[in-house]
């Protein structure tokens, strides 16, 4: 995947969706894509909250169903997804993985 286009158009697109994600606060955030009622997007808050004891990271979590269906269905099976501004990690995931994230980004 070609990140230098893809993820700033994806991620333009979902503030399109939803504006509260283009505020100067989230722009530089990563985001946790996921809904309610996933067991695996618990367990990757989780992670991003035991990371977060170890590495100064922001995110959002961000509720997929909140979008329009063409983007919703976008990650309905691949969710939990973390976006950063550069980056897309499709669950599994793993705190180790989220560091080797955060250097690429």
């Not at 996933?38 to 035991?50: F, G, K, P, V």
Request: aromatic share 10%; hydrophobic share 45%; net charge negative.
């Amino acid at each position: 995947m070609d990140n230098d286009t893809t993820i700033p158009t994806l991620r333009a697109r979902m503030i399109a969706a939803n504006p509260n994600l283009g505020t100067d606060e989230n722009q530089d955030k990563w985001w946790l894509l996921g809904t309610s009622g996933c067991h695996l997007c618990d367990i990757a808050e989780q992670l991003l909250t035991q990371f977060q004891a170890v590495q100064p990271i922001s995110y959002q979590y961000v509720d997929i169903a909140d979008f329009d269906e063409a983007l919703m269905m976008e990650f309905a099976t691949t969710i939990p997804v973390i976006l950063t501004p550069s980056q897309r990690f499709n669950y599994p995931f793993s705190v180790l993985d989220l560091q080797q994230l955060l250097v690429a980004s």
